[in-house]
C-alpha cells in the first residue's frame, strides 16, 4: 500500500469527468488499498480516486467515529438511483479545498447502486452523513467540487486562499 498525493485546487485534473472502470480486479483492489490508507492519512471520511490524480469512477469512505473500529465502504461505478425531494444544509470540507468549509444543502436521502471491493452489485439506501458524503464524491466523479455550489465569490475567495496556503507552505 502507499500514500499518494492529494491534488488540491486550482489543479485542473479535478475537474476531469472520471471513466467508468471494466473489471473489478487486483489492481483495482490494489488502488482502492491506497486510496484508504492516503484518506486514512489526510485524514478525511472520504476520497475520489480524482483527488489522488486517477480518473476511474471509485470512492472510498470510512464514516465510522475515532471509537469506533474502522468501517471502509468502496464505491466501483456508483450511480445514485433516487433522491429525495426532502433536502438537508451540512457544512462541508474536502481535501482537495484544504482549510475551507461551508454550507451545502443536498438531497438528505439517496438509493445507491454500486459495485463493492469483491465487485459485487450493491443496492442500498443512505440518508445523514452517509448521504452527505457520497454525494460529494459522485460530485468529484463529475468534476465538481463543493465550493461549485457556493456563490461565485464565495468560490473565488476560497480559490485564492488556498493558493495563498500553498505558496506560504
Ligand atoms: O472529498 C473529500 O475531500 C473528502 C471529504 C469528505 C466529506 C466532505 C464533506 C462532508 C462529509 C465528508 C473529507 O473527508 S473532508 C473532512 C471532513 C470530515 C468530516 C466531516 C466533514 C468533512
Ligand atoms: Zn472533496
Redesign the pocket.
Known amino acids: 500500500m502507499a500514500i499518494r498525493e492529494i491534488l488540491t485546487v486550482p489543479d485542473p485534473v479535478l475537474k476531469q469527468k472520471s471513466l467508468p472502470v471494466e473489471q473489478v480486479d487486483d489492481e483495482l483492489r490494489a488502488l482502492m488499498d491506497d486510496m484508504l490508507e492516503t484518506?486514512y492519512e489526510?485524514?478525511?471520511?472520504?476520497?475520489?480516486a480524482i483527488?489522488i490524480g486517477v480518473a476511474k469512477r471509485v470512492i472510498v469512505m470510512d464514516l465510522a467515529r475515532q471509537d469506533e473500529e474502522p468501517q471502509p465502504r468502496y464505491f466501483v461505478n456508483p450511480e445514485i438511483l433516487w433522491r429525495s425531494d426532502e433536502t438537508a444544509p451540512?457544512?462541508?470540507?474536502?481535501?482537495?479545498?484544504p482549510e475551507i468549509y461551508d454550507e451545502v444543502e443536498r438531497p438528505a436521502r439517496v438509493r445507491l447502486r454500486y459495485l463493492n471491493y469483491e465487485g459485487e452489485l450493491v443496492e442500498e439506501d443512505a440518508d445523514g452523513?452517509y448521504a452527505?458524503?457520497i454525494q460529494?464524491?459522485m460530485d468529484?466523479l463529475e468534476g465538481v467540487l463543493?465550493i461549485d455550489h457556493l456563490s461565485r465569490l464565495k468560490r473565488e475567495q476560497a480559490v485564492r486562499k488556498v493558493k495563498k496556503q500553498a505558496k506560504a507552505a
Do not use: N
Open positions: 484518506m489526510a485524514p478525511g471520511i472520504g476520497l475520489a483527488q451540512y457544512e462541508e470540507g474536502c481535501l482537495s479545498v452523513l452527505v458524503c460529494h464524491e468529484h463543493f
